[in-house]
């Protein structure tokens, strides 16, 4: 089984920064089939990007994500506040197919 | 729109049974692969398994085979998740979702709402 660990658990950072999620996984995810997804209180997780950098339909351009491996970013550049939330990567690629724990991102 | 709606919040006693469901709206679901997620504080995000209903094929995670059934009616574009006893454990929020093409498993970018199931005494 593959785990994904994400970091940090808390991200605490006003509108207008930039966030830097991390996403480890303990081996590699073949053809880099890893997804980003967002969660608000009380809602289902929105898929934000597939297959490691493509964003899905509808998504900002200000959220962006690389990686390769065993090492996946997600990125976001100028933090709206709708942004507040979490965040979990998912590996698509072995079954299971496992999440990461999660990273949730807060106002300072 | 598509979407996925899925059955409403359910209360129940250890070692009763429960059947929840997950509609396709707007789609259909018989080509795609339809998995179900749990989420709970402690463990996050499971995948618990998937369905495909256009012939039933159904993979489960390892730790919840013999835990749970899925099944599917393609003629009303449902899938289902059961139980036949419950345990207190159970006690989660439980997602359908989609991937975002048809015939494998890919990214899931349509979930349903989510049915809250507690079991509780």
């Known amino acids: 089984e593959i785990v994904l660990t994400q970091s940090p658990a808390t991200l605490s950072l006003s509108p207008g920064e930039r966030a830097t999620l991390s996403c480890r996984a303990s081996q590699s995810v073949s053809a880099n089939y890893l997804a980003w997804f967002q969660q608000k209180p009380g809602q289902a997780p929105r898929l934000l990007i597939y297959d490691a950098s493509s964003r899905a339909t509808d998504i900002p351009d200000r959220f962006s994500a690389s990686g390769s491996g065993t090492d996946f970013t997600l990125t976001i550049s100028r933090l709206e506040p709708e942004d507040f939330a979490g965040y979990y990567c998912q590996q698509y690629a072995n079954s299971p197919y496992t999440f990461g724990q999660g990273t949730k991102l807060e106002i300072k | 729109e598509v979407q996925l709606v899925q059955s409403g919040a359910e209360v129940k006693k250890p070692g009763e049974s429960l059947k929840i469901s997950c509609k396709g709206d707007?789609?259909?679901?018989?080509?795609?692969?339809i998995a179900w997620v749990r989420q709970t504080p402690e463990k996050g995000l499971e995948w618990l398994g998937m369905i495909y209903p256009a012939d039933s094929d159904t993979r489960y995670r390892p730790s919840f085979r013999g835990q749970i059934t899925m099944s599917a009616d393609k003629s009303i574009n449902t899938a289902y998740l059961q139980w036949s006893s419950l345990k207190a454990s159970d006690s989660a929020i439980y997602y359908c979702a989609r991937p975002r093409v048809t015939g494998r498993l890919d990214a899931f970018d349509l979930w349903g709402q989510g049915t809250r199931v507690i079991v509780s005494t």
């Open positions: 707007g789609s259909t679901l018989t080509h795609y692969w």
